[in-house]
């Protein structure tokens, strides 16, 4: 568990996870200690075995009286079906629908979905990242997800609520108008009415003066991105991007690879992870930035989907997420120019069209 530099009246605690193992092994623990509440809003629910260790856990927690608040997304994955849902509802978990499938809006509202992955527990420890409750992030994937303790769970907890409320559910806490001890954490949240992350990035490309990296499995951004990210290469600042050889979406893998010819033209290096899906979502800036959180570096992402994200600036902590990003070089094929153009001549056809449809990635 890392401290940041903070004053000691507001300095958090927190670890940077790096796999599914041991988010589980944190997470459950956690909610088996939990004495006041739980809090869970998550993008994908499953139900497998990994997401029925979890059900387990709350409906034990459930029966102890503890109250349980969860918000689903229901959509994105097949319209899932309830009856996961209906067993925690039983025993006493409320729960919330993203998507009100009964309502007349809901057609309009679809494409909209909320892809955060939070847990607050006892309103002091919190979790955001990368990381669903299934197998495939238990055991599968490579991925990057935070455990907080300090006061910007207060923050992640009021983001929570916020969402809580807007889908019908009570008992939300009063927010106090006091605000929170910097504690070298900001909680950003983002979403279809407020798309603030292409105003972070652009702010912060803009101020980067010796590097920007970048992982992310799904690299589809606006062109006011891609012309940043062209522009802070051209100054000097060493701009290195790193995703999956092979994503979960195969059309993904050709969005992806559509942008490589004019970025490595630019002087940005490129980077295919080999092992596995790599789900990080991460970007770090000059020893000073980095960011931690649900959201993809595509449009989707970043205008139409609810996201959130930790932007940690400590030096000490961007510094050894910087060495993680290194360590994985290792294991990633950098991508040659002449080989990204050689790929894009094979596939161009399917590239432009996937290029059409690219707002909606």
């Known amino acids: 568990m890392l401290t940041l530099g903070s004053p000691a009246n507001a300095a958090p605690k927190l670890e940077i996870i790096h796999s599914g193992e041991r988010k589980w092994e944190l997470l459950k623990a956690d909610l088996e200690q939990a004495s006041s509440s739980i809090c869970l809003e998550y993008y994908h629910f499953a139900d497998d075995a990994s997401g029925r260790e979890i059900r387990d856990v709350l409906l034990r927690k ?4 503890i109250p349980i608040r969860l918000i689903v997304e229901n959509v994105a994955h097949g319209f899932m079906p ?9 025993a006493g978990v409320e729960v919330r629908y993203f998507t009100d499938l009964d ?23 919190g979790y955001l990242g990368g990381m669903n409750l299934a197998d495939d ?6 991925d990057t997800h935070l ?6 769970v207060t923050q992640l907890e009021r983001v929570f609520y916020r969402m809580w409320t807007a889908r019908g559910g009570k008992g939300a806490p009063e927010e106090s108008p006091a605000s929170l001890p910097d504690d070298g954490i900001e909680i950003v949240t983002g979403g ?29 951004p606006p062109d006011t991105l891609v012309s940043a990210l062209k522009t802070t290469a051209s100054r000097g600042v060493d701009v290195r991007i790193i995703v999956p050889k092979k994503t979960d979406h195969g059309f993904m893998d050709l969005a992806n690879q559509s942008f490589f010819p ?25 020893d000073a930035q980095c960011w931690i959180g649900s959201g993809n570096f595509d449009n989707r992402s970043l205008y139409l989907n609810y996201e959130v994200c930790a932007i940690i600036r400590d030096a000490a902590i961007t510094t050894a997420q910087k060495d ?23 596939s161009r056809f399917l590239e432009r069209l996937i290029r059409l449809l690219e707002s909606q990635l």
Not at 103 to 125: P, Q
Not at 271 to 277: H, I, S
Not at 324 to 346: G, I, Q, T, W
């Open 62 to 65: 459930a029966g102890e009286g």
């Open 82 to 90: 309830k009856q996961f849902f209906t067993e925690m509802e039983k």
């Open 103 to 125: 309502s007349w809006d809901a057609l309009s509202d679809i494409n909209e979905r909320d892809h955060r992955k939070i847990a607050v527990i006892d309103s002091r420890i």
């Open 137 to 142: 992030y238990h055991y599968r994937w490579r």
């Open 147 to 152: 455990r907080l303790e300090g006061p910007s």
């Open 192 to 220: 279809p009415a407020y798309p603030v992350f292409v105003k972070k990035y652009l702010e912060a490309l803009q101020s980067a003066r010796t590097y920007a990296y970048i992982e992310t499995p799904y690299f589809c």
């Open 262 to 286: 004019e970025l490595l033209e630019a002087g940005i290096r490129i980077y295919e992870y080999l092992p596995r899906l790599d789900h990080s979502k991460v970007f770090l800036c000059d």
């Open 324 to 346: 993680c990003f290194f360590s994985l070089l290792k294991e990633c094929h950098e991508v040659s120019a002449a080989e990204a153009v050689r790929r894009s001549k094979d």
